[in-house]
């Protein structure tokens, strides 16, 4: 199996604390149900969604070195839906457990930062807390930007 598809694979097994479930991009739900939340979801590249830090990865970049390692630069978004934005009292009914689920998250990502050495460096995190749209539905969560380098 190739690079990108191991990572892709170690990631979607990540175990975090707290959450229901976790999708890989060949098992991502059209739908998803209160029985699937939270729910962690691995999107190859990027949602197409706006940033809050208005920054975009150019999806692969090559980082080739003669003589040297070839490798490959790849950002891949891994959402965090707690909860749907109809349910509760709104965003301070549901930011206390986002907040608690990245921790978790974090706290298992520290535990395999290479995700099982299928990357050639510990993945660069950026966190996005709040609303997160799926499938053209929304929800309380997190969209989680890695960029990772992989070997080939």
Do not use: K
């Not at 390692?69 to 709104?90: F, I, K, W």
């Not at 995190?125 to 070997?151: I, Q």
């Amino acid at each position: 199996m190739p690079a990108f598809s191991n990572a892709l694979t170690a990631l979607a097994a990540l175990s975090v604390s707290g959450v229901a479930r976790n999708a890989a991009p060949d098992a991502l739900p059209l739908t998803i149900t209160r029985a699937h939340l939270p729910i962690l979801l691995v999107i190859p590249g990027d949602t197409g969604e706006r940033s809050l830090f208005n920054s975009r990865s150019e999806g692969f970049t090559a980082a080739a070195f003669p003589g040297g390692a070839r490798t490959l630069v790849v950002q891949v978004t891994h959402l965090l839906l707690v909860a749907s934005r109809d349910d509760g009292l709104g965003a301070r009914s549901h930011l206390p457990r986002v907040i608690a689920l990245l921790d978790a998250y974090f706290a298992a990502l520290s535990l395999n930062p290479t995700l099982s050495g299928t990357l050639c460096e510990p993945a660069r995190v950026t966190v996005e807390p709040g609303s997160v749209v799926y499938s053209g539905a929304a929800y309380h969560g997190a969209t989680l930007r890695h960029l990772w380098v992989l070997g080939y």
